[in-house]
């Protein structure tokens, strides 16, 4: 049974930093694309980050800069790294293997003073 497992979220002050973790089991991600993805209350889900199984990244243009996608296939484990937080970043933050019908309970990120 796959299981994907998001951690790392909390309550961080604007201008701080958190890093995310989603690790991936009941499969074989090494091969698929990942992706991080967000829902703000009231908001559709919308896409953060991903990285194909080579490594190449993409990012949203509200993180691009702040926010630095990564993995490692050896422990089938996605990270997000978040510098810079944002009020506006305030979400759930979901790992999602692209193409598949996969998605993790999500790990809540909220900045604030």
């Known amino acids: 049974q796959v299981r994907l497992v998001e951690s790392g979220g909390g309550l961080v002050q604007p201008g701080g930093s958190l890093r995310l973790s989603c690790a991936a089991s009941g499969s074989d991600f090494r091969r698929s694309a990942m992706g991080w993805y967000r829902q703000a209350p009231g908001n559709q889900r919308e896409f953060v980050a991903s990285?194909?199984?080579?490594?190449?990244?993409g990012y949203a243009d509200s993180v691009k800069g702040r926010f630095t996608i990564s993995r490692d296939n050896a422990k089938n484990t996605v990270y997000l790294q978040m510098n810079s937080l944002k009020p506006e970043d305030t979400a759930v933050y979901y790992c999602h293997p692209i193409g598949t019908g996969y998605w993790g309970q999500g790990t809540q990120v909220t900045v604030s003073s």
């Open positions: 990285i194909t199984s080579a490594g190449t990244t």
